[in-house]
């Protein structure tokens, strides 16, 4: 039953996810994040990583102060790569082997990715950690939750396709 429900659960992020990465709207990307992030932690928690869990929901309220900065208009905090420190000491608290350390960093990728200007940027950062969460939940048996970073990954190459080398003829490069 346990597995069951953890496909279950990340199921439904895969499906909202996939949609965020493809829109162009930060707000509405923000916000699907917020739910995604609901079923994904919950998804981690029934399958027993509990540091993929718990970091997915604090990773809630970085991903809704985001979300207000985007929605005044103003670039977000720097302040919010102290969240950096919480998914450490939480992974560092909870942590029941070392592959564990791959959901300790991958939030700190995602929280760098989204203080990304917009969401080119946004789509080429969270690559990384799309295809290191893709390894763990492979690893870990979490198999809706691997399918769920790989879908975001090639959502995020299609995206990039079509918003970004299609539409405008160019790609921007941070240095």
């Known amino acids: 039953m346990q597995m069951i429900m953890t496909q279950i659960l990340g199921g439904i992020a895969l499906l909202i996810d996939v949609i965020a990465i493809l829109l162009n709207n930060k707000k509405q990307y923000f916000i699907a994040q917020i739910v995604t992030y609901v079923f994904n932690g919950a998804a981690f928690i029934v399958n027993n990583s509990l540091v993929a869990g718990i970091n997915t ?19 977000p905090p720097y302040w919010l790569l102290g969240y950096s420190i919480i998914y450490i000491i939480v992974g560092v608290i909870f942590m029941q082997n070392y592959l564990e350390i791959i959901t300790m960093i991958t939030p700190i990728l995602f ?12 789509r080429y950062y969270s690559m990384l950690p799309n295809a290191m969460l893709s390894t763990y939940s492979i690893i870990t048996g979490a198999y809706t939750s691997a399918a ?28």
């Open 57 to 75: 929901f604090i990773s809630i309220t970085r991903a809704f102060i985001l979300y207000l900065y985007e929605k005044k208009g103003k670039q």
């Open 111 to 122: 929280t760098l990715s989204m203080l990304m200007k917009n969401m080119q940027l946004v």
């Open 148 to 175: 769920h970073y790989i879908a975001k990954f090639i959502a995020s190459i299609v995206a990039i396709i079509t918003h970004h080398i299609q539409k405008k003829k160019e790609i921007y490069y941070l240095l």
